[in-house]
């Protein structure tokens, strides 16, 4: 157990140092949040002071306790103690530059701005959801490597609009679920939001909610220091999730505005500021902490510091260490490479017939038996997107040790967790559901991106090609959507060769998150010529050259490319000769050199073909183009008919093709 | 009230014949759901039968009680009642059309395809979300208009699924704090998800939560059906809204399947059929009725047509009629265009520097004072969003005579209740929150998009033009993922002049949602020549001619549109003659006759500007073109600062116009 003998002198001071670097920052910003921090001062002061396991000097160590600032709009909150702390990246410069171009301290925490901001936040219920995803990868870590080496703690600061979003349901019924009872959440319960008092828009006793999702439940005055603290020790005995409702008063210490939402999201003023000094006992000037918060704050370092050292020697004296530290090593993509390389060769030899749905359970098989630390799970629907390979067991409260999390029809929660799990370290995390069903958790898949955290989401029943389930659960959009988003790869494979490459590529990417879409339908192999080469990593490439000079050029994706091959026929029988480029992922091809990205595409006139909306397709087409593709949303039927009705087929490819040249 | 004298008798085989139907369908089609329409069989027809007031010769009448069939993967639960209730669309060749092309009852009940279909469900959790806007709209009319013209019931089932879904929570706080005392939702406890038992994913106490939220929490076993109508006599007397968890067997009556996922997704099989035809004593054929069910059908059909001709006589004898069957009408768009007209000139002579979310607040004036119905809300951001006009009241338990919904920070929910309120009928609804979250509400915006109902999203802080608060809060991907998504118009007006035209075409749509994209920054008035015409309305035109003929066009959207002005200012300064094109709706652009759009468009060279990724410009712009945008995710810094970072600045655009020529 990571506990820690403290001095709990220094309290009210390390919270009025909070206090203060929040009103100075959001004054000289003009711009920002004073009333979360001011309101949570003592409950983070108290966190830290007495329970906090973390070490500044090592901010990555793998043991530490995780503190996710879920209502991300108080930053400063996490600024003002990261820099008290002592890490090296938060300086006083950063906390004057707070809000400023450059700058580590960005309105929002952002991942990867600055150490000990375990996870990006500000869209609301994000950092409660992706921090039952970290609590949940500490017990996954704690049944493989044992207690010595795992046993740490994840708290959340979450305020009103944390729990309003929906997303915290989902969170709450996984994490009580699961049974994650170093999970502790601190309600900022100010009762207040934007638009006023919260009784303006919500009646839902949150602590009797809770409850019903299997979580200890406690309240306290979030200003009272020992009902902090035994509430936090509490929380940390008892074996359920623990949400302790903190009634605290939104923008404490400035008299004239506490208790109202204009100390919410705008500065406090100078004249405020000055009555909040006065009121609160402050003497020292803007931007300067006296020796006594910055001792106290400190010794919470130093606290830290001789923690990790312990478990430093723990480690060093493991049996596991060497297993420890390769599960937290980035995946062996060489290791990979070569098992999916082998793979491929069987299947261009065999050549079968698949939905990609299917070769992505295939190619998982060789992923997750080469990989040692994939975790797979499905928001429900297991059966069809064939995420659970052979020998994975479920992950629950009695078997932290299994490796296939059943989530639920919770996409977006799912979504989150993944994101926790990764940014654990520790394990890879995949999960699965239906495209059209991206939209149900895209906050998520966004912050994925943003964080650059490189989980896999893989969806199948990825267009009309699903049929008769109907336009509620045909994507026509999703696949524009999802490429309009930054650092996203979307994947679109169109055989189990080309399947096999994606996983190989998003099963190891470093910084980038993948989204796979998947067909349900059965589609032929295209690739029957074996290459070790992972062809799909050049993002398009030529399929099938024309027979000469080429007359026009076919792109396709996905389930397409075997109509735009046919339609390659249908042209050549009439003496044409028309190239086909598979082109599974726009991401990757826009990031090739010019020449090469210039020898695929051709001076011929183009024809791009997708069962999908033709946004997204210009870079690929260009104005002497066609595109076969749908115009709006999908219809109910058998699959035949609804690529006849929609006219996507080889027949209408030829025709377009004929028609440019 | 619209209390009935029922007849009791026939239930068990009224219910029958449902499960009769449904596997039939289920079994031609060789896809779909048996399970819950034969596990909810009992409930629905215990529903119909002594509660529910619809008659299918008036499908629309306005105070029939709505059936929102949630859980809508069971959707030949809706089918094979509304063809046993006579409606005139849904013969038994629609039954045996199912999931084929062209026929109305496709895999899931999409509104507008039949009568009797409220609303478009599958997507989980959106029907019971959809529904509390319905129950809300309810209680909004009733208010205005009295019980003797407005009193009826929303009813609900709703599976395991939707009480996942996290938007679940979001509709259940809302209508536990708004007092929706007639919704009643039969939630199908059957315990069965597709991956296997619930006790794989879920220890939520789901009474327990809906108590938390102030609902009535009832427990039947639901194929008894005297408890089924105790609890729904219950539910109909309690203020309270309610769950009745239905404890149900899925599948019911197919011996060797039922109780499992097994019987959830697809046909029963020919032998199994024969089995449970067997277990149910069942004799018909395929596709035939006994006329024992079919008369007892046919009689709630028939007493629901005697309520609804009590009600008309009420609603002529009314001194309200008028006023009542007005709301119900289409927004008078001529006399907005009047009203919007003569604000414009005020706007043009004036040319005020404005935020286009002051603009809308402005327009808004002039909206909801022309419009009588219509209803406006935020998700928390009423002061940021400025969605809340003078004189506007808030809708609560107390008030249901208020206009204006504080949704709370629920986006989701938001978006689902404007839908339910849209249908109802009776008003036009808006709500607003940041672009960005237009992620949290996308499977929403989605379903008014595929229905076609024209509520309006009043998106603001649409760009890094929202300055510190960073990437997590600015939208660049979504004016793409939101263009991207078809029957949906996204309105990003550069001025007030072109905000209030917006707000013209908004408010009036027939058929087709609305986004506002709203800066928050100020913009000038660009439009400072008056012109009654709607300029927005041809979704793009010349705003700038060139001086002499055309060297370059800039096309601009929103607050880009003063920089393509500048731009033109500087080459002009060089002596090069640049268009200015404003392109506030590309979607209303698409649908303009192609000699307008040659006209506008030009053959110069083009340079697209807009602060966001290019995704989705390539119609506009064309292969002799340059963007000036966003590349990836934003930053947190003051406004300036951002667009000098990110190169979107009249300089840029001028020097890409000038690299063009």
């Known amino acids: ?29 003009n711009s920002g949040h004073p009333g979360m921090p001011m309101g949570m001062a003592d409950v983070a002061a108290v966190l830290f002071n007495r329970f906090m396991a973390i070490d500044p000097s090592a901010p990555r160590w793998a043991d530490r306790d995780r503190f996710v600032l879920s209502a991300g709009h108080g930053s400063m909150l996490i600024y003002a103690i990261n ?66 080496l795992v046993d740490h703690f994840t708290y959340v600061i979450a305020g009103d609009g944390c729990l309003m979003e929906g997303i915290s349901q989902e969170a709450a019924d996984l994490a009580g679920h699961w049974g994650l009872g170093r999970l502790i959440v601190l309600w900022d319960d100010n009762k207040i939001t934007i638009d006023g008092s919260t009784t303006l828009s919500t009646s839902t006793d949150q602590k009797a909610r809770f409850a019903a999702s299997g979580w200890q439940v406690l309240s306290i005055d979030g200003h009272n220091t020992v009902e902090i603290a035994d509430a936090i020790e509490a929380a940390r005995e008892d074996p359920r999730p623990s949400l302790i409702a903190c009634r605290t008063i939104i923008g404490f210490g400035a008299p004239n505005k506490q208790g109202t939402s204009a100390t919410h999201g705008a500065p406090l003023g100078e004249a405020e500021i000055a009555a909040a000094r006065k009121a609160l006992g402050w003497t020292s000037p803007p931007f300067e902490i006296p020796e006594e918060a910055a001792t106290a704050w400190r010794a919470v370092a130093k606290r830290g510091h001789a923690v990790r050292l312990a478990w430093e020697e723990r480690l060093a004296a493991s049996p596991r260490a060497g297993a420890f530290t390769g599960a937290l ?17 069987r299947l261009s030899a065999e050549a079968p017939r698949l939905a990609t749905r299917k070769a992505s359970e295939m190619a998982l098989e060789v992923v997750n038996a080469t990989l040692p630390n994939m ?89 009309i090609g699903l049929g008769e389930d109907g336009p509620t659960h045909q994507p026509v959009e999703h696949l524009a959507s999802l490429r309009a988003m930054p650092n996203l790869n979307l994947f679109r494979p169109c055989d189990a060769v080309e399947t096999a490459e994606a996983w190989a590529l998003a099963a190891t990417s470093a910084g980038t998150p993948s989204v796979l879409a998947l067909s349900r339908q059965g ?117 035949a008919a609804l690529y006849q009705h929609f006219g996507i087929t080889a027949e209408a490819v030829a025709a377009a093709a004929r028609n440019l040249i």
Not at 123 to 141: H, S, Y
Not at 379 to 408: C, E, F, Q, W
Request: one cysteine or more; glycine letters at 12%.
């Open 375 to 463: 975790i797979g799970g499905s928001a429900d629907l297991t059966g069809s997107n064939l995420t659970r390979t052979k020998g994975m067991t479920p992950v629950s409260r009695d078997s932290y040790g299994g490796d296939y999390i059943h989530y639920g029809i919770r996409e977006h929660g799912m979504a989150a967790a993944m994101n926790g799990v990764a940014l654990h370290g520790g394990f890879v995390a995949y999960g699965g559901t239906f495209l059209v069903f991206t939209d149900y958790c895209r906050p998520a898949i966004r912050l994925s991106a943003l964080m650059g955290v490189p989980v896999t989401y893989v969806m199948t029943h990825d267009s």
């Open 329 to 345: 090593a980035a995946p062996d993509a060489a290791r990979l490479g070569d098992a999916i390389s082998e793979y491929k060769a």
């Open 523 to 639: 589609l032929p192999t295209l690739r029957t010529t074996h290459s070790s080469e992972n062809r799909v990593a050049r993002g398009a490439y030529l399929l099938r050259e024309a027979d000469g000079t080429r007359d026009v050029t076919l792109i396709a994706t996905g389930s397409e490319v075997e109509i735009a091959m046919k339609a390659a026929d249908l042209l050549a029988a009439g003496g044409i000769r028309a190239a086909v480029v598979s082109a599974p992922c726009f991401e990757l091809f826009a990031a090739q050199d010019a020449g090469y990205r210039a020898a695929v595409l051709g001076t011929a006139p183009r024809v791009g073909v997708e069962a999908a909306v033709e946004q997204g397709w210009d870079k690929l087409l260009g104005d002497n183009s066609a595109f076969v593709g749908m115009q709006g949303f999908g219809a109910s039927a058998p699959i």
């Open 1 to 29: 157990m990571n506990q820690m003998r403290v001095s709990t002198a220094h309290e009210a001071i390390m919270a009025n140092a909070i206090r203060a670097l929040t009103m100075d920052a959001v004054q000289a910003a």
């Open 83 to 148: 820099h008290m702390l002592g890490y090296a990246d938060m300086g006083m410069d950063q906390i004057r530059a707070f809000r400023q171009m450059g700058s580590r301290t960005a309105g929002h925490p952002e991942y990867g701005h600055a150490d000990g901001i375990e996870v990006t936040t500000g869209p609301l219920g994000q950092g409660i959801a992706t921090a039952v995803g970290m609590a949940l990868a500490e017990r996954m870590q704690n049944a493989r490597f044992g207690g010595d």
